[in-house]
């Protein structure tokens, strides 16, 4: 059956969205067998206009999870975190732990440094705008979750929808001067952990460079490329970069642009483009109580603004 969804036609899919303006939930696709050619072109047509998607117990494997991704394009991996002595508990590189789970089993004690290095992820972001190439698109798989009213939510915010309501004052300003914002994993971490992370500048650090505000090239929709990662936006004093930040990124996450999805069981799959979106993790009381094991795979973006103004190179400047 054919059916159309807000202006886009789904035959072998089918959509529910989940706000006004972005986010949808997919059902109908069967992850058990080889997906189609047509099927997989809805799912690309659904994410570009949805930004968020969510499968329900999609019964996917680290394999399958891995193979689906890579539909997406060329997959990052942690072997530059391994190699600088970084424990990975999973069985393939291509797979980021995104748990509260250690490498021997148990859940990670939320005061120790990993903890309050993944507080960063708690704080709207975009995945890898401090690294050269930055992310596409992210898919995150839950292989065990924490009872229902726990907590361990994952939010997101519409940055396209955030950019066509500012003024046309402010959009006229921002189109004009073309801002550069540089983003850096030590700003966010530092910010959301301040106590554990007071002896790092991140000024002694690379930075990732990007437009602020840049055209989404698969729908053809002006984007506020913002996240809790930038550290200042560049030709602007410092007073002036923070003011100018601080009045986006709020406007961007004000409640009306946010939605909050809840991982309901294992096997449930969210893909979201990190191009359109930005994301958060909602914490809860589960944190010292119950294993929260969630794995991503991210893929690297493929646009034209995919290296924004950085060297091609493949030092990841998340690393210590």
Same mark, same amino acid.
């Given at each position: 059956?054919?059916?159309?969804?807000?202006?886009?036609?789904?035959?072998?899919?089918?959509?529910?969205?989940?706000?006004?303006?972005?986010?949808?939930?997919?059902?109908?696709?069967?992850?058990?067998?080889?997906?189609?050619?047509?099927?997989?072109?809805?799912?690309?047509?659904?994410?570009?206009?949805?930004?968020?998607?969510?499968?329900?117990?999609?019964?996917?494997?680290?394999?399958?999870?891995?193979?689906?991704?890579?539909?997406?394009?060329?997959?990052?991996?942690?072997?530059?975190?391994?190699?600088?002595?970084?424990?990975?508990?999973?069985?393939?590189?291509?797979?980021?732990?995104?748990?509260?789970?250690?490498?021997?089993?148990?859940?990670?004690?939320?005061?120790?440094?990993?903890?309050?290095?993944?507080?960063?992820?708690?704080?709207?972001?975009?995945?890898?705008?401090?690294?050269?190439?930055?992310?596409?698109?992210?898919?995150?798989?839950?292989?065990?979750?924490?009872?229902?009213?726990?907590?361990?939510?994952?939010?997101? !915010?519409?940055?396209?929808?955030?950019?066509? =309501? /500012?003024? $046309? #004052?402010?959009?006229?300003? *921002?189109?004009?001067?073309?801002?550069?914002?540089?983003?850096?994993?030590?700003?966010?971490?530092?910010?959301?952990?301040?106590?554990?992370?007071?002896?790092?500048?991140?000024?002694?650090?690379?930075?990732?460079?990007?437009?602020?505000?840049?055209?989404?090239?698969?729908?053809?929709?002006?984007?506020?490329?913002? !996240?809790?990662?930038?550290?200042?936006?560049? =030709? /602007?004093? $410092? #007073?002036?970069?923070?003011? *100018?930040?601080?009045?986006?990124?709020?406007?961007?996450?004000?409640?009306?642009?946010?939605?909050?999805?809840?991982?309901?069981?294992?096997?449930?799959?969210?893909?979201?483009?990190?191009?359109?979106?930005?994301?958060?993790?909602?914490?809860?009381?589960?944190?010292?109580?119950?294993?929260?094991?969630?794995?991503?795979?991210?893929?690297?973006?493929?646009?034209?603004?995919?290296?924004?103004?950085?060297?091609?190179?493949?030092?990841?400047?998340?690393?210590?």
């Amino acid at each position: 059956m054919t059916v159309t969804t807000n202006g886009t036609t789904f035959s072998h899919i089918s959509i529910k969205p989940l706000h006004r303006t972005f986010g949808a939930e997919v059902s109908g696709v069967d992850f058990s067998a080889p997906l189609t050619d047509e099927v997989f072109k809805e799912i690309h047509q659904a994410i570009t206009k949805y930004g968020v998607l969510v499968f329900r117990n999609t019964g996917l494997t680290d394999e399958g999870h891995i193979d689906f991704s890579k539909k997406f394009g060329e997959l990052d991996d942690v072997k530059p975190y391994i190699s600088a002595g970084r424990k990975h508990r999973l069985k393939y590189a291509e797979l980021f732990d995104v748990s509260n789970v250690e490498a021997d089993g148990t859940i990670l004690d939320p005061t120790s440094p990993r903890s309050q290095a993944n507080k960063g992820n708690d704080l709207f972001h975009v995945d890898s705008s401090f690294n050269p190439r930055r992310a596409g698109y992210s898919l995150l798989l839950a292989h065990e979750l924490p009872p229902s009213g726990m907590g361990g939510h994952t939010a997101f !915010a519409d940055t396209r929808t955030a950019f066509d =309501d /500012l003024s $046309p #004052e402010l959009k006229e300003q *921002l189109l004009a001067k073309n801002y550069i914002a540089c983003h850096s994993m030590h700003h966010s971490r530092k910010k959301a952990a301040p106590e554990a992370f007071a002896g790092i500048n991140p000024l002694d650090y690379p930075m990732g460079r990007h437009q602020l505000v840049q055209r989404h090239e698969a729908s053809g929709r002006m984007n506020l490329y913002l !996240a809790a990662h930038i550290h200042h936006i560049e =030709d /602007l004093t $410092p #007073e002036e970069s923070q003011a *100018l930040f601080d009045q986006l990124f709020k406007y961007a996450t004000r409640n009306e642009n946010t939605l909050e999805i809840e991982w309901e069981q294992p096997g449930d799959l969210v893909l979201w483009d990190n191009t359109c979106t930005m994301h958060r993790a909602v914490g809860g009381p589960f944190v010292r109580k119950y294993k929260r094991d969630m794995r991503r795979t991210t893929v690297h973006d493929s646009s034209s603004t995919a290296w924004g103004l950085n060297e091609h190179t493949d030092v990841r400047q998340g690393l210590p």
